[in-house]
């Protein structure tokens, strides 16, 4: 376990930031799940933004990979365009 006070409190950040990138994380994933689920285009156009948006920020942060983010924003448009 560690003896020093800077790791101690490296490990309370470490907690900190993984419970928050989890959570962000997550509800990106519910929101392309949800996304994917919609059978109406015009619900599924007012989405898309929202969606593209939230895996943009998880990129930037480097919570996932800049491809992969790409790769399900390329997928989600695809399938809203052919509703």
């Given at each position: 376990?560690?003896?020093?006070?800077?790791?101690?409190?490296?490990?309370?950040?470490?907690?900190?930031?993984?419970?928050?990138?989890?959570?962000?994380?997550?509800?990106?994933?519910?929101?392309?799940?949800?996304?994917?689920g919609t059978?109406?285009?015009?619900?599924?156009?007012?989405?898309?933004?929202?969606?593209?948006?939230?895996?943009?920020?998880?990129?930037?942060?480097?919570?996932?990979?800049?491809?992969k983010?790409?790769?399900?924003?390329?997928?989600?448009?695809s399938?809203?365009?052919?509703?």
């Amino acid at each position: 376990m560690a003896n020093h006070q800077s790791a101690k409190k490296r490990i309370r950040q470490i907690e900190k930031r993984r419970l928050h990138n989890r959570y962000y994380a997550k509800t990106t994933r519910n929101a392309v799940k949800e996304l994917r689920g919609t059978s109406e285009k015009e619900a599924a156009q007012d989405l898309l933004p929202k969606v593209t948006s939230m895996l943009d920020k998880l990129a930037k942060r480097n919570i996932i990979h800049k491809n992969k983010a790409a790769n399900l924003k390329s997928k989600l448009a695809s399938h809203v365009n052919k509703l």
